[in-house]
């Protein structure tokens, strides 16, 4: 796989995006996590989140301003969530209980720091945190004054004690009335650059102190600092970010002031000085830095409109039941939405930027255990996860190339894709294709291309639709059974496909380079794919425009109209379809609507490669409506039926087969049957249309299969040729084994890479069967 594209393929999914609120908050605190944990009772667990990137945490829960609210939403389906008030009450429930972090082991590296407010005091906790000796000086007589002088009722003195002792527990010095200047004098600033590895100028709003001639001024009197970086004229000296803002909060005024800002602002510094230390750039990848937007797509209009918890008290705040129950209100937001359509998404637990993580580290594996080949192939390729997807972003594209990439390399488990190749290699040999023109027609006008599945499932259909082509349509059309090559796309076989299309472009010329008019719409696809310059057309836009043959009302209850999802974008063909359903008198019901359809399952083949997801998802579809259903491709309407939901195919309305009928009661024909129908629909139309001499091949002997055997058999794919070739040979050689306790013979056949076993008894002139099983195990004698 090339590692270029699979970046570009991660780059499409949004899920790893941070919602809305934690991008906004210049910290980026984990609200959605804590709203969780909160809305489940765990107020500890909340806080341990809170307080792993909020520094001073008792202080901001009372003073935040939070721009988290703002992007929050729920906003948009009933009102913000009050983060603010929730922090504060998580704080007031759980800051006492949760141990404070022990002070840190020393590297040998010294940090000072001029000014303790926010922003000196955050950037002395992440210095501090990442084990620098950290001495904070400040010219007032105690920390943080300015923020005392808050109002008591929103951050209490015993709020600003209990951050500054937990400063002081990681080993921060706090030394007070230690005005710092420039120059070299006792507290010059040349002094303690000269005594320290690092000096980080944090003076606070309003202030600018006297630091000159050390580092360099403005005119403006503050310090000439890199924008990016906060580097000064001194090498050793860096200042925080100073907001422009100069309203005096000792004066009361803190209408403009940003606290989590300042906090930001100290941890940017801090980060900057720490690069400094280890040599490092002071500038490279900080782009994640601060407040930002995000781009996590979220459906809001999925979550109904939930009102805002006013608490009982709001001078206190919320108490512990309101606090869990406005934290409820949280969605929360994520994306995942392809995973919430797609029942293959969903089984392997995470998300598609995960999924081709673990696609791509499983295809670049050259010994070991390959732990993701089931989720590869497991795939149905239907393309719903790109409808879905913001950015239209398909794991089918993802998975098919990883296929083709393990049979490149020889690393595709043969059993998951041995079947379909089997049966694929059957459709297209010579037994059971067939490339005539009409009869009485050197070269055609038109081609039918009824496909592998209806020919199998309704061998009459075909009949009849050949019927009515010719009778509609001048100049000749002719028949082509074959196979369009869909398996072996979906398995990842290149080499198989360019047989498949080059056998079909050498028939096509033969036959005079007609438009092709095909009853699949997987064909369909494949068709316009491998053969641009083919004029494919479905053969439901053809009915439409030559019209339907004369056939009696229907009388039908409501159907579900399910589409295949190979015709997901066919816009016309979907049109056709529901304009034939209403001229046939049918009320159609829609399901999600035809773009977004899903799979039946047997898309990409994963009903061989991961049969247990295949079956949820038909479950799902079929479980979506009590309706019978309506399908027009043959394939999901057999894996319908043998879901027991009851499914009609729409050519049973437009060639009804006779009075009475039950189209929707029409069982699956399984797997042998399926196979014996395209071979005796070929002899039929040699003998009827072409009036050759053929006669149906008769089974080598007669074996009776059970309902419930059958139903086994179907489940394992052995086929009844299977079965009946293996007790032809032990009846032929003797080679076989008797049960004492049942009188049941049992014999084995080994057929290419699989071996059949069979358990049978003989009845009349003939075989019962009573079990079958295969296995790929080969058993070999020592030398």
């Given at each position: 796989?090339?590692?270029?594209?699979?970046?570009?393929?991660?780059?499409?999914?949004?899920?790893?995006?941070?919602?809305?609120?934690?991008?906004?908050?210049?910290?980026?605190?984990?609200?959605?996590?804590?709203?969780?944990?909160?809305?489940?009772?765990?107020?500890?667990?909340?806080?341990?989140?809170?307080?792993?990137?909020?520094?001073?945490?008792?202080?901001?829960?009372?003073?935040?301003?939070?721009?988290?609210?703002?992007?929050?939403?729920?906003?948009?389906?009933?009102?913000?969530?009050?983060?603010?008030?929730?922090?504060?009450?998580?704080?007031?429930?759980?800051?006492?209980?949760?141990?404070?972090?022990?002070?840190?082991?020393?590297?040998?590296?010294?940090?000072?720091?001029?000014?303790?407010?926010?922003?000196?005091?955050?950037?002395?906790?992440?210095?501090?945190?990442?084990?620098?000796?950290?001495?904070?000086?400040?010219?007032?007589?105690?920390?943080?004054?300015?923020?005392?002088?808050?109002?008591?009722?929103?951050?209490?003195?015993?709020?600003?004690?209990?951050?500054?002792?937990?400063?002081?527990?990681?080993?921060?010095?706090?030394?007070?009335?230690?005005?710092?200047?420039?120059?070299?004098?006792?507290?010059?600033?040349?002094?303690?650059?000269?005594?320290?590895?690092?000096?980080?100028?944090?003076?606070?709003?309003?202030?600018?102190?006297?630091?000159?001639?050390?580092?360099?001024?403005?005119?403006?009197?503050?310090?000439?600092?890199?924008?990016?970086?906060?580097?000064?004229?001194?090498?050793?000296?860096?200042?925080?970010?100073?907001?422009?803002?100069?309203?005096?909060?000792?004066?009361?005024?803190?209408?403009?002031?940003?606290?989590?800002?300042?906090?930001?602002?100290?941890?940017?510094?801090?980060?900057?000085?720490?690069?400094?230390?280890?040599?490092?750039?002071?500038?490279?990848?900080?782009?994640?830095?601060?407040?930002?937007?995000?781009?996590?797509?979220?459906?809001?209009?999925?979550?109904?409109?939930?009102?805002?918890?006013?608490?009982?008290?709001?001078?206190?705040?919320?108490?512990?039941?309101?606090?869990?129950?406005?934290?409820?209100?949280c969605f929360p937001c994520r994306c995942r939405e392809c995973v919430k359509a797609c029942e293959y998404l969903a089984r392997h637990g995470g998300y598609p930027k995960?999924?081709?993580?673990?696609?791509?580290?499983?295809?670049?594996?050259?010994?070991?255990?390959?732990?993701?080949?089931?989720?590869?192939?497991?795939?149905?390729?239907?393309?719903?996860?790109?409808?879905?997807?913001?950015?239209?972003?398909?794991?089918?594209?993802?998975?098919?190339?990883?296929?083709?990439?393990?049979?490149?390399?020889?690393?595709?488990?043969?059993?998951?894709?041995?079947?379909?190749?089997?049966?694929?290699?059957?459709?297209?040999?010579?037994?059971?294709?067939?490339?005539?023109?009409?009869?009485?027609?050197?070269?055609?006008?038109?081609?039918?291309?009824?496909?592998?599945?209806?020919?199998?499932?309704?061998?009459?259909?075909?009949?009849?639709?050949?019927?009515?082509?010719?009778?509609?349509?001048?100049?000749?059309?002719?028949?082509?059974?074959?196979?369009?090559?869909?398996?072996?796309?979906?398995?990842?076989?290149?080499?198989?496909?360019?047989?498949?299309?080059?056998?079909?472009?050498?028939?096509?010329?033969?036959?005079?380079?007609p438009a092709v008019v095909t009853a699949c719409a997987s064909c369909l696809k494949m068709l316009r794919e491998l053969h641009p310059d083919v004029p494919a057309e479905?053969?439901?836009?053809?009915?439409?425009?030559?019209?339907?043959?004369?056939?009696?009302?229907?009388?039908?209850?409501?159907?579900?109209?399910?589409?295949?999802?190979?015709?997901?974008?066919?816009?016309?063909?979907?049109?056709?379809?529901?304009?034939?359903?209403?001229?046939?008198?049918?009320?159609?019901?829609?399901?999600?609507?035809?773009?977004?359809?899903?799979?039946?399952?047997?898309?990409?083949?994963?009903?061989?490669?991961?049969?247990?997801?295949?079956?949820?998802?038909?479950?799902?579809?079929?479980?979506?409506?009590?309706?019978?259903?309506?399908?027009?491709?043959?394939?999901?309407?057999?894996?319908?039926?043998?879901?027991?939901?009851?499914?009609?195919?729409?050519?049973?309305?437009?060639?009804?087969?006779?009075?009475?009928?039950?189209?929707?009661?029409?069982?699956?024909?399984?797997?042998?049957?399926?196979?014996?129908?395209?071979?005796?629909?070929?002899?039929?139309?040699l003998r009827e249309a072409w009036g050759e001499t053929v006669s149906d091949d008769e089974p080598i002997m007669a074996i009776q299969v059970p309902e419930d055997v059958?139903?086994?058999?179907?489940?394992?794919?052995?086929?009844?040729?299977?079965?009946?070739?293996?007790?032809?040979?032990?009846?032929?050689?003797?080679?076989?084994?008797?049960?004492?306790?049942?009188?049941?013979?049992?014999?084995?056949?080994?057929?290419?890479?699989?071996?059949?076993?069979?358990?049978?008894?003989?009845?009349?002139?003939?075989?019962?069967?009573?079990?079958?099983?295969?296995?790929?195990?080969?058993?070999?004698?020592?030398?």
């Amino acid at each position: 796989m090339d590692g270029e594209q699979v970046k570009a393929w991660e780059a499409l999914c949004v899920e790893e995006q941070p919602p809305a609120c934690v991008a906004a908050c210049p910290l980026h605190v984990d609200f959605r996590g804590m709203a969780e944990k909160i809305a489940a009772g765990d107020f500890v667990g909340a806080f341990a989140l809170y307080a792993r990137v909020v520094p001073l945490p008792a202080i901001l829960a009372h003073v935040c301003d939070h721009p988290c609210e703002t992007a929050c939403r729920r906003a948009e389906a009933g009102g913000a969530l009050r983060i603010a008030a929730l922090e504060r009450a998580c704080v007031e429930e759980a800051y006492a209980v949760l141990k404070r972090a022990p002070q840190r082991l020393r590297r040998p590296k010294s940090v000072a720091i001029v000014g303790v407010g926010l922003a000196g005091l955050t950037a002395a906790h992440d210095l501090a945190m990442k084990g620098h000796a950290v001495t904070v000086f400040e010219a007032d007589a105690t920390a943080l004054e300015r923020l005392r002088h808050f109002d008591p009722a929103i951050l209490p003195p015993s709020a600003i004690e209990a951050d500054l002792g937990g400063l002081v527990s990681l080993g921060v010095e706090i030394r007070c009335r230690s005005r710092i200047v420039g120059g070299d004098g006792p507290l010059g600033l040349d002094r303690l650059a000269e005594n320290h590895d690092a000096v980080l100028l944090a003076p606070g709003r309003g202030r600018t102190p006297a630091f000159a001639p050390t580092v360099a001024l403005g005119p403006d009197g503050r310090v000439v600092a890199a924008a990016g970086s906060g580097a000064t004229s001194h090498p050793k000296i860096f200042a925080a970010h100073v907001r422009m803002s100069e309203a005096d909060p000792v004066g009361g005024d803190f209408a403009d002031y940003s606290p989590i800002g300042s906090a930001h602002d100290g941890r940017r510094a801090a980060n900057t000085i720490d690069r400094f230390l280890q040599g490092a750039s002071l500038t490279a990848a900080r782009g994640d830095e601060g407040g930002h937007a995000s781009c996590l797509y979220v459906e809001v209009s999925a979550h109904p409109p939930v009102a805002p918890i006013d608490p009982a008290d709001p001078a206190h705040g919320y108490d512990h039941a309101e606090a869990i129950a406005e934290a409820a209100r949280c969605f929360p937001c994520r994306c995942r939405e392809c995973v919430k359509a797609c029942e293959y998404l969903a089984r392997h637990g995470g998300y598609p930027k995960r999924y081709v993580r673990e696609i791509w580290n499983n295809d670049g594996i050259v010994m070991g255990n390959r732990k993701a080949n089931r989720m590869i192939d497991g795939c149905t390729l239907c393309g719903l996860c790109a409808e879905i997807c913001p950015n239209d972003l398909s794991m089918g594209e993802v998975c098919l190339d990883a296929r083709r990439s393990m049979v490149r390399r020889g690393k595709m488990p043969a059993s998951h894709h041995d079947f379909a190749l089997r049966e694929f290699a059957f459709y297209r040999s010579a037994e059971a294709t067939l490339a005539r023109n009409e009869p009485g027609f050197a070269a055609s006008e038109v081609v039918f291309f009824p496909g592998c599945q209806l020919a199998g499932s309704d061998p009459d259909a075909v009949v009849a639709i050949w019927s009515h082509l010719r009778a509609r349509i001048s100049g000749g059309v002719g028949l082509l059974l074959d196979c369009c090559g869909a398996p072996a796309h979906w398995a990842g076989r290149v080499d198989l496909v360019e047989e498949a299309r080059a056998a079909f472009e050498t028939e096509w010329r033969r036959m005079g380079r007609p438009a092709v008019v095909t009853a699949c719409a997987s064909c369909l696809k494949m068709l316009r794919e491998l053969h641009p310059d083919v004029p494919a057309e479905s053969l439901w836009t053809r009915l439409a425009a030559i019209g339907l043959p004369e056939a009696p009302p229907v009388v039908s209850p409501p159907l579900s109209i399910h589409d295949p999802c190979t015709a997901r974008h066919d816009h016309a063909t979907q049109a056709a379809v529901r304009a034939i359903a209403a001229a046939r008198g049918l009320e159609v019901r829609e399901l999600d609507g035809a773009d977004r359809t899903t799979c039946c399952g047997y898309g990409g083949l994963s009903v061989y490669a991961d049969p247990e997801t295949a079956d949820r998802i038909v479950e799902r579809r079929i479980g979506q409506s009590e309706d019978d259903y309506l399908a027009w491709c043959a394939m999901c309407r057999d894996t319908f039926a043998r879901h027991g939901k009851r499914t009609a195919h729409l050519l049973d309305f437009v060639f009804p087969k006779s009075d009475g009928d039950d189209p929707a009661g029409r069982p699956d024909p399984g797997l042998s049957a399926r196979r014996d129908a395209r071979l005796r629909l070929k002899a039929r139309l040699l003998r009827e249309a072409w009036g050759e001499t053929v006669s149906d091949d008769e089974p080598i002997m007669a074996i009776q299969v059970p309902e419930d055997v059958r139903l086994d058999m179907e489940r394992k794919l052995i086929l009844v040729e299977d079965v009946t070739r293996t007790i032809a040979e032990a009846e032929a050689s003797g080679r076989r084994l008797k049960d004492p306790a049942s009188g049941r013979l049992i014999a084995a056949h080994r057929a290419g890479e699989v071996t059949y076993w069979v358990a049978y008894e003989p009845e009349g002139d003939g075989f019962v069967l009573r079990r079958a099983w295969s296995h790929r195990m080969r058993v070999e004698a020592k030398p």
